[in-house]
T-cell receptor, first 115, second 111 residues
């Protein structure tokens, strides 16, 4: 069974500082994809970053980077230089397993950026 | 612009009523999904469809029904059998590109 675990229900970070949001996953399949989405209070889901299980390097997208540690089955999101607009829910997700078209989501982390 | 359109944005249902949430995409994606989100919670899969005229139950399909008669459309019906339907519903689609694309969501409230 595929499972995504986010153990931080809420986090605070000072503006301009970096923050790491934790995500661990469980799968027995060799091929899978890992994602992070941002959900502001409006409810839309904004895709941030993607990491494939066979990718050798950690993915980066602007201020977002994904710290992929395959042996530990972790896929932490690092946000550098936090901005007030980063305050939102963040969800880790995985695509893969028996049915590659299924996406599995974690329970989310609420990030609050303080001025 | 390509994207996913969900309507309505807000929906109110009386006890015992069936309601249908619309989801349309013009991204030419084969796979489509319906998720339910309760306040402060993650997304739970209701139904998904990988191809026209085919769909599978997700983790919480009881009290819901779907159809996939056209590639572009994947409507969700919340039936009277769903005892606690108040939630935020998100529709998504995907294709060969890794990520799923989401609509803006529908907030359903039972009155």
């Amino acid at each position: 069974a595929q499972k995504i675990t986010q153990t931080q229900p809420g986090m605070f970070v000072q503006e301009k500082e970096a923050v790491t949001l934790d995500c661990t996953y469980d799968t027995s399949d060799p091929s899978y994809g890992l994602f992070w989405y941002k959900q502001p209070s409006s409810g839309e889901m904004i895709f941030l970053i993607y990491q494939g299980s066979y990718d050798q390097q950690n993915a980066t997208e602007g201020r977002y980077s994904l710290n992929f540690q395959k042996a530990r089955k972790s896929a932490n999101l690092v946000i550098s230089a936090s901005q007030l607009g980063d305050s939102a829910m963040y969800f880790c997700a995985m695509r893969g397993g028996y049915n590659f078209n299924k996406f599995y989501f974690g329970s989310g982390t609420k990030l609050n950026v303080k001025p | 612009d390509g994207g996913i359109t969900q309507s309505p944005k807000y929906l109110f249902r009386k006890e015992g009523q069936n309601v249908t949430l619309s989801c349309e995409q013009n991204l030419n994606h084969d796979a489509m999904y319906w998720y339910r989100q309760d306040p402060g919670q993650g997304l739970r899969l209701i139904y998904y469809s990988q191809i026209v005229n085919d769909f599978q139950k997700g983790d919480i399909a009881e009290g819901y029904s779907v159809s996939r008669e056209k590639k572009e459309s994947f409507p969700l019906t919340v039936t009277s059998a769903q005892k606690n339907p108040t939630a935020f519903y998100l529709c998504a689609s995907s294709s060969a590109s890794p990520e799923a694309f989401f609509g803006q969501g529908t907030r359903l409230t039972v009155v």
